[in-house]
């Protein structure tokens, strides 16, 4: 054999290995530290992974990079291995995400600073959910037990509502693309939902990545729909929650804020009747009391009228006993009648006594 | 929109109307029971049409693996 080794061109040495490639390795897993990260022209991405033993250079297109990298991350990457006419080695990769709790949390950070320099986050671009939506679009996984939690308190709460899901992974390296175009099937519909919901329930920083890539938040970000995104536990952020326009702190908070507690709204309705009532008692009570306070001043009034009218008469009457004959004769006075003239007789009446006179003198006064 | 046809928000939205009506200028104690009786029948009817209703919850059919 090796006295009649295989003889080949360098394009079809080339073509061999990567045909050997193909066949034994056709997708490989690599982790590494990423160093001499570049990108060319703002097409081409190449950077190399190493570790302390080895370094393999990588390559990739630019609209395939969900994240900004840098230097000094931990990338898992999936990729094809290949030998290109060149005579270089490398990986073409297809997906990549870091790895550890230091590089997933600089890919966040990074990505972060970006979304936020491009206003992504800002307040103003928030849209207002309706109060009581009637079709509601989710997108989720329908086995995940956040699903479970969000229909469960949605039920609770409310009813009527139309609700379409689209069935998604939501965590594993195609979840951010699923989720994509589901975000782009409803914003689609020729009648558009007046919510777009998306949760998952908790997991580990490296089970909730999926809602860290950079495409899936541009995607939300876009929606035409106005947002709800409801990830993880109360303490995990993610990007997509970032550029939602409502962040519910978890699955079930997101039902909490799609939807009002028909039970609140029951208890308030005959709350709010009730105190009709109290107001119609009230006003009958204000009416009864003023209908009483004016019959009060009537009654007043009329008795003022009739203390001025006693008093008036009081004073008539003393001024009346004062004019009474009788009471003059019992001052001593007398009464004359008659004429009084000379020889006339006259009568004299005194408080006990009636005389008749003969007028002797009579003078002129 | 006969009273059969109306939905729990258009109810609701009546409760307010007399709500605001009680607190109002225009409120006069001769109309007053009338109202208070209207709002009472209408707390009534959306408890009833709150607690009957149900969620259409479907999944849609279309798959997201993959770009069609």
Known sequence: MENNPLQLSVSEFVALTNQTLDYAYPTVSVIGEVTEFRISQGKWVSFKLKDAGAVVGCFLVVNQLRMPVEDGMKLLVVANPRLNNKGFFSLNVRAMKPVGEGSIKKGFELLKAKLEAEGLFAPERKRRLPRVPQRVAVIASTESAGYIDFCKIINERWGGLSVEVAHTQVQGVPAPDQMIRAIHYFNSLEVLPEVLVIVRGGGSAEDLMAFNDEPLARAIAESRIPTLVGVGHEVDNSLADMVADVRAATPTNAAEILVPDRNEIIRAAHQRSASLGHQLVQAIDEYSARTREQLNAAFRRIQEKLDEHFERLATLRLATAQLNPENVLRRGYAFLRGEVTLGATVEIETEHTIAQAEVKHVRTK | ?68
């Open chain 2, 1 to 68: 929109m006969s009273e059969q046809n109306k939905s729990v928000q258009e109810k609701l939205t009546e409760l307010s109307e007399l709500v605001a009506w009680f607190q109002s200028p225009a409120f006069k104690l001769e109309d007053a029971f009338d109202k208070f009786k209207q709002s009472e029948v209408l707390a009534e009817e959306i408890e009833k049409d709150l607690t009957k209703l149900k969620n259409d919850i479907k999944v849609v059919k279309k798959k997201f693996d993959s770009e069609e």
